[in-house]
């Protein structure tokens, strides 16, 4: 049987290379419950593929190469945060335990979606506040908070959790710092991302992010970005511990205030900010409209 099991286990990981993540966890999943000395495949939350330590390192180096080759992948990207995590998610969880906000949040296990986020609510929010600035955001940046892949590769459920909850506040990241979805906005903030909560996914993709630059963008993103994201992610506070949901009514400058951060050279927005005010405040008038 263990013979079997190391076959199966072989032919899994070969696929890796090859195929997107759903088929991964999809291949991986269809595993029979078996203990090894390494590891078990019983699945410890739904969605949990269990690897062992060879399986991590196979996939952590292919979804490596992967996502070199295609930064596009978000399911290979996803899969190099989880196995590449090592000791940094312990150390964020403990961070996260030291804090009543923290605390509050590994207890509630809030997610960040379409489905728990009233985004036409968020538009009622007076301007200047966080609420409508994240609405603002997200209609200057044309994006969703639906685009994060679930956690497979992380064994204990509450370690998954802060990985998700990582993964699922990426975005207010970039509100709180006022950055957009380009490419050298995202190293920056990746950057700062290292510094301030020392995930490893973050520093690789920071390492070699860079290559996709024209000289430049990667001139003025190491003059200019990255001495910023240095020094206001390692002083702000650790941006793990906030519990983004129960501040949509404060005031935007005061939460960087009370964070210690402060805005990033002035980035290439694809959207002129006064379109997108002018949208949140379209989708303002039409929900008071309705409820009315």
Not at 9 to 31: F, G, H, Y
Not at 80 to 92: C, F, K, M, V
Not at 173 to 187: D, F, G, Q, R, T
Request: aromatic share 10%.
């Amino acid at each position: 049987m263990l013979a079997i099991s190391r076959t199966l286990r072989a032919k899994a990981i070969t696929r890796v290379a090859c195929s997107s993540s759903s088929s991964i966890s999809s291949s991986l999943d269809r595993r029979p419950t078996v203990q090894t000395r390494f590891t078990s495949s019983t699945p410890a939350y739904k969605g949990h593929i269990p690897l062992n330590w060879f399986e991590n390192a196979f996939l952590a180096v292919g979804s490596a190469f992967m996502s070199l080759a295609d930064p596009r992948r978000g399911d290979m990207i996803a899969a190099l945060g989880e196995t590449t995590a090592g000791p940094s998610l312990p150390r964020l969880r403990d961070a996260m335990l030291e804090s009543a906000e923290g605390r509050k949040i590994l207890k509630e296990r809030p997610r960040v979606n379409s489905n728990t986020i009233d985004m036409n609510e968020l538009a009622q929010y007076p301007e200047g506040t966080f609420g409508r600035a994240y609405v603002t955001w997200l209609e200057r940046c044309g994006v969703t908070p639906d685009t994060r892949e679930p956690v497979h590769y992380i064994d204990d459920p509450e370690l998954a959790y802060v990985m998700q909850r990582y993964r699922e506040c990426h975005d207010f990241y970039h509100c709180i710092c006022n950055l957009p979805v380009n490419v050298e906005s995202e190293l920056a903030l990746k950057f700062f991302e290292f510094v301030n909560l020392g995930l490893p996914v973050a520093a690789i993709s920071a390492a070699f992010g860079p290559l996709r630059l024209n000289s430049q963008k990667r001139h003025r993103l190491f003059s200019e970005y990255v001495p910023w994201a240095f020094r206001c992610g390692g002083s702000a506070r650790n941006l793990i511990t906030v519990y983004w949901e129960d501040r949509w009514g404060q005031n935007v400058e005061d939460m960087k205030k009370e964070f210690g951060i402060w805005d990033p050279p002035e980035a290439r927005w694809s959207r002129p900010l006064s379109e997108a005010k002018a949208a949140a405040e379209k989708r303002r008038r039409e929900t008071a409209v309705q409820t009315s």
